[in-house]
């Protein structure tokens, strides 16, 4: 079997994809399949990388250059371009394949790729059209979560176009429903990106224009002091939870130059927390993930107070897969290898396909 790896993409996120791919091929190979990659370009291009063989390609021959135009490296520095194809040309008649698509934030986790897969008919790994769209888009997924009386901090929302009409309307209501400090967020992103914190009015104002550079939808919360507690989710319909993580971390935001750059951040796992309260967070996830319609895998991120109120945080369908990343490292914890994990995605995938057909 051939397992169609697209990577990288034309999201804020470019770059994660590249090295959780990196770290997913890895795991791939080692389970004997051949790898296919597809790196999406930053402009939307997609080029076919040269096949790679199962166990004789030794990991360390798969070094992965970031950048632009990022291939798979046979060896370090040294880059071996792709062909530019057609997207739909990752479906060869005859061949059977499982996509996994370890692309981050829009046009990747997100529904819209998965929509595509869907009418190539191809098996794919991770959350399904409905799931996707659901878990990315904070405005929607908040909604769910109230459906499913999952506490949460308070919160507005609302759009572009309000937002030109009425934007001291709009600063009143979130003054009146929230305390600062707040966030600002656009409703579909990762990484942190287009995410501002902000202490009064002035600031609120110039973070909504940030974050309308990135999305038409914008959700701001009230700010919450907090640990920020995570765990992984795996599978469909039978779908089971890992141990609980902690974010230990130097600064209060975690957003994009703490997560990727400084790489401040210490996991602690399992969370130093209560066990009622790691089964309270356990069972908010478990509701989480059937209420946006999860499939294949998630991470849900929650904020846990000192005296230990739980909200939910958001729900990652594509979450970072890095050596250094949350999810991978929960189910080692767990009692999963990564390269088990990846089996039992690929399973999932087909699973879930074979059950549609
Ligand atoms: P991810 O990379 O996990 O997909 P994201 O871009 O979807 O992240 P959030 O998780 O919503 O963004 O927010 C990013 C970070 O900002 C959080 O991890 C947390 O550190 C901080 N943050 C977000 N909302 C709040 C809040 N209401 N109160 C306190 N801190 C917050
Ligand atoms: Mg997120
Ligand atoms: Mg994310
Ligand atoms: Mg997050």
Redesign the pocket.
């Known amino acids: 079997m051939k397992i169609t790896l697209l990577y990288g993409g034309q999201s804020a996120e470019h770059d994660i994809s590249i090295i959780s791919a990196h770290s997913i091929c890895q795991a791939i190979m080692y389970n004997y399949y051949q790898v296919q990659p597809i790196y999406i370009t930053k402009t939307g291009q997609w080029l076919k990388a040269p096949l790679l063989e199962g166990p004789s390609t030794s990991p360390e021959q798969l070094t992965l250059t970031a950048g632009d135009t990022a291939h798979w490296a046979s060896a370090p520095g040294e880059v071996s371009s792709g062909v530019v194809i057609n997207p739909g040309e990752i479906k060869v008649e005859g061949e059977e394949t499982i996509v996994f698509p370890v692309l981050h934030g829009p046009n990747g986790e997100d529904g819209t790729i998965q929509g595509f897969l869907e009418v190539l008919g191809l098996p794919y790994v991770g959350a399904g059209v409905t799931a996707s769209a659901n878990g990315m888009d904070k405005i929607i997924s908040k909604r769910l979560f109230d459906n499913s009386n999952i506490p949460q901090?308070p919160y507005e929302a609302f759009d572009k176009r309000e937002w030109r009409e009425s934007s001291e309307e709009l600063i009143q209501k979130c003054e009146g429903s929230l305390l600062y400090p707040l966030?600002v967020?656009p409703a579909n992103?990762?990484?942190?990106?287009g995410?501002s914190k902000v202490s009064d009015r002035q600031e609120l104002a110039e973070a909504i224009e940030v974050a309308l550079k990135y999305d038409r939808r914008i959700v701001v919360?009230?700010?919450?002091t907090a640990d920020?507690c995570e765990v992984a989710v795996l599978g469909n319909d039978d779908a089971h939870v890992s141990e609980v993580g902690k974010l230990l971390k130097e600064s209060e935001?975690?957003?994009y130059e703490e997560?990727y750059i400084n790489n401040q951040v210490i996991m602690q796992i399992p969370a130093d927390l209560p066990e009622a309260v790691a089964e309270k967070i356990q069972d908010y996830a478990l509701k989480a993930y059937r209420a946006i319609d999860g499939s294949g895998l998630s991470r849900v991120?929650f904020?846990v107070t000192s005296s230990y109120d739980v909200y939910i945080?958001?729900i990652?369908t594509m979450p970072g897969f890095t050596p250094y990343s949350m999810y991978p490292n929960l189910w080692k914890a767990t009692g999963l290898n990564t390269r088990d994990l990846i089996e039992e995605l690929l399973q999932l995938a087909l699973r879930r396909f074979n059950a549609k057909q």
């Open positions: 901090v966030f967020k992103m990762g990484s942190s990106v995410i919360e009230q700010g919450i920020e935001f975690y957003d997560k991120d904020f945080n958001e990652n």
